[in-house]
């Protein structure tokens, strides 16, 4: 007979994870994601314990003896019991440390510019790891890929360009005709991007991030009526992955739909994509993109890069 206990455990997690699926707007990544931080300390509570065993598998490392002995006073039991946390908290630690992602180490070579461009040009930005985190996002497709993180990386079709650490973007129609050219509305928009063009983008990483740093701010202050710093934060992200005009037409179609507040981003505008739905990469339409975007860079990525500038 199953205890009740069990019963419980394991029913209650069936329900709340049935709850994030039915729930998820991002087709269940956003769920993956949230189980794979849970699982995480599992793990590592597994690996400390399977370690303590394995550190102490000869007779004379065999500490139930002492144990044992340490119990018969008060005193001597509260010292084994600290000596027992201080060896699991060092090999927890020692897992946390590999087990969570790092920055990567061209993020931490990049840092100082990092810092000054923020500090320059969107001082007043809180968490300022939104930058790396975006940047983390945007050119890295995963953690050890040879563009993750470098001023060349390149998403390349014969329907549009994505340049270096933030894929400033340029998009042809199927005539050939530009469709848009984010790097050149930026340039003609912000004399400190005078610099840049498309015959340099590459080779200019600080000005990359300058673009990238002047944009965000840009659909920042552009959403200056949302309230909520956070909630504000997301929608700048959905304006610089789809663009502004889309996130204010998102909020429109919040105000009018019911039990929709157009001042919150997660579980309100979000739910309320009007970008195409048909798939375009990998499966995923614009509208998946961009909402798997939002809590991407901001629920994933950016507690990794908490610090580094």
């Known amino acids: 007979m199953i205890r009740y206990r069990y019963a419980f455990l394991i029913g209650g997690s069936a329900a709340v994870i049935i709850a994030l699926l039915a729930t998820d707007p991002d087709g269940g990544i956003s769920t993956g994601m949230l189980l794979l931080s849970l699982v995480t300390p599992l793990i590592a509570v597994a690996f400390a314990h399977l370690a303590r065993k394995a550190l102490h598998d000869y007779p004379e490392a065999d500490a139930r003896p002492l144990f044992k002995t340490a119990g018969e006073h008060p005193i001597g039991a509260g010292l084994a019991l600290i000596a027992l946390s201080i060896l699991c908290a060092a090999l927890l630690g020692m897992f946390g440390r590999s087990a ?145 005009r889309g996130v204010n037409n998102e909020r429109r179609a919040c105000q009018v739909a019911k039990d929709c507040d157009p001042q919150q981003w997660w579980g309100h505008v979000e739910r309320h994509c009007l970008k195409s739905r048909q798939a375009l990469y990998a499966g995923r339409s614009p509208c998946d993109i961009n909402r798997h975007h939002v809590a991407d860079v901001l629920r994933v990525r950016l507690p990794r890069y908490e610090g580094l500038v």
């Open 100 to 244: 969570h992602a790092q920055p990567h180490p061209r993020a931490v070579a990049l840092a100082p510019v990092l810092s000054s461009e923020i500090s320059t040009h969107w001082p007043e930005l809180r968490p300022r790891a939104y930058i790396p985190a975006l940047i983390s996002h945007e050119s890295c497709i995963t953690y050890k890929h040879p563009r993750c993180w470098s001023p060349t990386s390149q998403l390349r079709t014969t329907r549009e360009e994505g340049a270096g650490l933030g894929q400033l973007t340029r998009a042809w129609t199927p005539t050939g005709a530009l469709r848009f050219d984010s790097l050149t509305d930026m340039r003609s928009k912000h004399p400190a991007l005078h610099e840049i063009h498309w015959g340099n983008v590459y080779q200019r990483p600080d000005l990359q991030i300058r673009a990238l740093v002047l944009m965000s701010r840009d659909n920042w202050q552009a959403l200056r009526f949302v309230e909520d710093p956070m909630q504000r934060l997301a929608m700048t992200d959905a304006a610089y992955n789809g663009g502004l």
